[in-house]
């Protein structure tokens, strides 16, 4: 009865501060944000090319390397490319992969329509946990940081394209 009860001792000393630990390493859950902290956080910006001009540039923009993504749809101003993947979160032990899409919006400026244009970019995200495993939509998890690299591309393209054009601030 004395070997039993100093085993379960040492056994539960060992494993409960291991489980202790798993716990606090894990997964950790946060409230996504409230849809107005949502929308104020989108990439966007006022270039200095007209908006069909500005729609081919994009196009060729999101073609051509680093980014090396098609372009699915293209209608009215909208682009919707294809999934580009990139190293997710780290999830316990692993790190997911997860891919994210763009649609881009491009809209004549108020000020000078037939010059200017405001582009706006959004961003969707999937995620899995390994290569075998499906993918899953990933709505809290929202990537300004890839949306601004897409909108300064595009941005930076529509500036090498014509010189006199530069992006507005």
């Known amino acids: 009865m004395e070997f039993a009860s100093v085993w379960t001792r040492r056994f539960l000393g060992k494993v ?12 950790q859950w946060q409230q996504p944000p409230a849809p107005s902290e949502g929308t104020a956080r989108l990439p966007s910006g006022q270039i200095n090319v007209p908006p069909k001009q500005l729609m081919e540039v994009a196009r060729q923009a999101l073609a051509g390397p680093p980014m090396s993504v098609p372009v699915e749809t293209g209608q009215d101003g909208t682009l919707l490319t294809g999934w580009k993947e990139y190293p997710g979160e780290l999830h316990i032990v692993r790190r997911w992969t997860e891919r994210t899409r763009f649609k881009i919006i491009i ?10 244009s405001h582009l706006q970019v959004f961003d969707e995200t999937q995620e899995k946990p390994s290569d075998a495993q499906p993918w899953y939509p990933a709505p809290d998890r929202k990537r300004p940081e890839r949306s601004a690299e897409v909108l300064k591309l595009i941005a930076d393209q529509a500036q090498r ?6 992006p507005a601030k």
Do not use: H, I, Q, R
Request: glycine share 8%; aromatic share 8%; proline share 14%.
């Open 161 to 166: 394209g014509n010189p006199t054009t530069a």
């Open 16 to 27: 409960v501060p291991f489980a202790v630990m798993l716990a606090a390493v894990g997964c």
């Open 107 to 116: 809209l004549p400026d108020f000020s000078d329509p037939l010059a200017k």
